[in-house]
C-alpha cells in the first residue's frame, strides 16, 4: 500500500526540528523510499558518496537495512552508517505496523575530532575517495554527545506520535482529508473551489469543511493560494527562464496581476526578482 503524507504540516515540523537542532530530518515510506526531507540537501560528506552510484547504493541499502530492523524491533534505533556517521530511525505506527520512519542523523557523537575522522577514513579506505575531500567535507558535520541524542530521541518520538495521531499520514485506504490534501497538492493547476472539490468527493460543503478543520486550520482557500504560491516560487527557481504569466497559469493563477500581488504577500519578495 502507498504511504501518504501531509507534506505542508509534516514540512513545518520537521523543518522547526531542524532550526531548533541543526540536524536533517526526513520521512520515508514503507518501501523505505525518502519523501519528504529538510533541508533537501544532505550533508557535504553525504553529497560526495552519492556521486559514486555504487556508493550511493551502499547508502540505500544501509538505509534500507535499518528500516527493517525498525519495522521489526518496532523502537527507535540509534546506528552508524557504513561510513561512520551517526544516525536515528524511529518508526511512524499506526495499529501496530510501521507505515514509515523518521530519520535523522548526519552527524557524529565523537568528541574528539581527530578520531572520527580517522574513523571515518578506514571506514572509506577501499572508496577510493581523496582524503583531502574527505577531510573538507567533515568540517561541517556536527557533534552531539549521547545524553543530547538522547534528548533529540524525546523529541523524535513525540513528534512521530503526533504525526500518526493527527492523522498526517496513512495508507491509500485512511482518511478522507488527507485524500483531499493529497488531490489538492497534486491539482493545484486545475478548479480547487469548494464546489469543484465537493463534487471531486461527492460530499457536501458541510462534509468538507468538517474534514479540512484538521489539516487546513487557517481554511481551504488560504492554504490553497499557500501551496501554489509555494509551487510557482519552485517552478521559477527551477526555470527561470520561463515567463512568469506561463509559471502563474501552471499553478492555478488565471490573473496575472493577483498573481504577482499574491506572491509578494507570500514570499516578502518579488516574482520578477532574479
Known amino acids: 500500500m502507498i504511504l501518504n503524507i501531509a507534506s505542508e ?9 531542524y532550526n531548533l537542532t541543526g540536524i536533517k530530518i526526513a520521512i520515508y515510506d514503507n518501501n523505505f523510499k525518502e519523501v519528504l526531507s529538510y533541508p533537501k540537501e544532505n550533508s ?51 495499529d501496530g505496523v510501521s507505515i514509515g520512519y523518521v530519520i535523522y542523523g548526519q552527524i557524529t557523537n565523537e568528541k574528539d575530532r581527530e578520531k572520527f575522522i580517522a574513523e571515518v577514513k578506514e571506514n572509506c579506505r577501499y572508496y577510493g575517495l581523496c582524503e583531502k575531500e574527505i577531510e573538507e567535507s567533515l568540517e561541517k558535520i556536527k557533534y552531539f554527545s549521547d545524553s543530547k541524542i538522547e534528548d533529540t530521541l524525546e523529541i523524535i518520538n513525540a513528534l512521530t506520535l503526533y504525526i500518526v495521531y493527527k492523522g498526517f499520514v496513512y495508507l491509500s485506504d485512511s482518511p478522507l482529508g488527507m485524500k483531499i490534501t493529497d488531490y ?14 465537493c463534487s471531486e468527493f461527492a460530499i457536501s460543503k458541510a462534509k468538507l469543511y468538517s474534514e479540512m478543520r484538521i489539516y487546513m486550520p487557517e481554511g481551504i482557500a488560504k492554504y490553497i493560494r499557500k501551496r501554489r504560491i509555494q509551487a510557482a516560487e519552485e517552478n521559477i527557481h527551477k526555470n527561470p527562464d520561463k515567463p512568469l504569466w506561463r509559471v502563474a497559469e501552471e499553478c492555478g493563477f488565471d490573473d496575472y496581476n493577483y498573481f504577482l500581488r499574491v506572491f509578494r504577500t507570500e514570499t516578502g519578495k518579488s516574482a520578477r526578482a532574479k
Open 184 to 197: 489538492i497538492d497534486k491539482n493545484l493547476a486545475n478548479d480547487l473551489s469548494v464546489s469543484s472539490l
Open 44 to 94: 557535504p560528506f553525504c553529497k560526495m558518496l552519492e556521486r559514486d552510484s555504487s556508493l550511493l547504493k551502499k547508502c540505500d541499502d544501509c538505509t534500507a537495512n535499518l528500516c527493517h530492523k525498525c519495522a521489526v524491533q518496532k523502537k527507535t534505533i540509534v546506528y552508524k552508517c557504513h561510513a561512520g556517521l551517526t544516525e536515528v530511525i524511529s518508526p511512524l505506527e499506526l
Open 9 to 17: 504540516q509534516i514540512l513545518g515540523l520537521i523543518k522547526a526540528f
